[in-house]
């Protein structure tokens, strides 16, 4: 196996000379953003806002409304240098750059990029979290005309939690113009069970080279589902699955009333449609989850204007 060892020491800026392909300022990102507990989803917008200088080195500023708001990704601003292979981020407790992004990294390299939580006090903003990156493959993926390197990597997150490590696994894709395409910058994964929103899968993307791109996880970069009116999220009364997890069919139990059902994954996006015939008693009827990948969904039924919800497990 081999290991990538990149000394956070620019001995020249040439490379950087030419044109900035990452983050250009003006740049937007819209991802998904969804709740643990509840069938809500909703969109968070991070932004290139402009630069300043850290140490001798132009970085961009990013940074998104929601801020510290979210449970797996801080957005208070990061200052994020790039050259044209490898991006920066500047951690301000630690005071020094940290690589966070590889272009030219082939399979089997390996980095860590350490962190603070400096903006936030979940770790007392001093104790350092590790994301340790391994590179599983290399691809390419052609966005409105331009191709564009993708490093695809395994990704432990150890984290320090007071002293108590816990151990974390992220699959991530990051593309070299439009960044990764599951999380905004690096995750906050060490924080357990929260009911704050976390963000999860890119929608959009936007600057004034690339135009406006979609990814098509979601109908439309500012699509939103709101559950607000979901009574039970468990519904045991209202609505029975079984068996739960599921490995192919999904046995479903209604009680009278229910117009529809809906199956959502954790992206928002709705994968599954059946319509119910309107019944004046309780009914049971299967819904065939083989072609689904594995995961957790939110079944969705639509009764006399309210909204119900189950979680339900595909192994």
Known sequence: MKSLYILIFFVSVT????????????????????????????????NCIGDTLIEGKNCQIITSPQGDG???????????????????????????????QVFNAQVGDEWAFIYTNNSTDYNSGSIPDTMHFHVDSNTVAYVNGDTQRVVHTTTELHCSNGGTPTFFQLFNSFNERIGDVNFPFYVDG?????????????????????????????????YVYNGTSVEEINAENA??????????????????GVEALRLINSNGQEVLVQQ???????????????????????????SNQKVLARTVVKD
């Not at 044109?19 to 643990?36: C, E, L």
């Not at 009914?283 to 065939?288: E, G, H, R, W």
Request: glycine residues 4%; charged residues 15%; negative net charge.
């Open 15 to 46: 490379a950087f000379a030419q044109a900035q392909k990452f983050a250009p300022i003006g740049a937007k990102w819209v991802y998904s953003m969804t709740y643990q507990f509840y069938p809500n989803n909703n969109y968070v917008e991070v």
């Open 70 to 100: 979210l449970y797996n990704v801080s957005i208070t601003d990061k200052y994020v240098y790039s050259n044209s292979d490898t991006i920066f981020i500047y951690d301000t407790a630690l005071h020094e750059f940290g690589v966070f």
């Open 190 to 222: 060490c924080l357990g069970i929260s009911d704050l929103p976390f963000i999860r899968g890119l929608r959009c993307y936007s600057d004034a080279e690339i135009g406006s791109y979609e990814t098509g996880i979601v109908d439309s970069c500012y």
């Open 239 to 256: 609505i029975n699955v079984w068996p739960n997890p599921a490995h192919e069919m999904l046995n479903v139990e209604l009680v009278e």
């Open 276 to 302: 119910v015939s309107k019944s004046t008693s309780t009914q049971t009827l299967q819904l065939n989850l083989s072609a689904l990948p594995a995961g957790i969904y939110q079944l969705v039924a639509t």
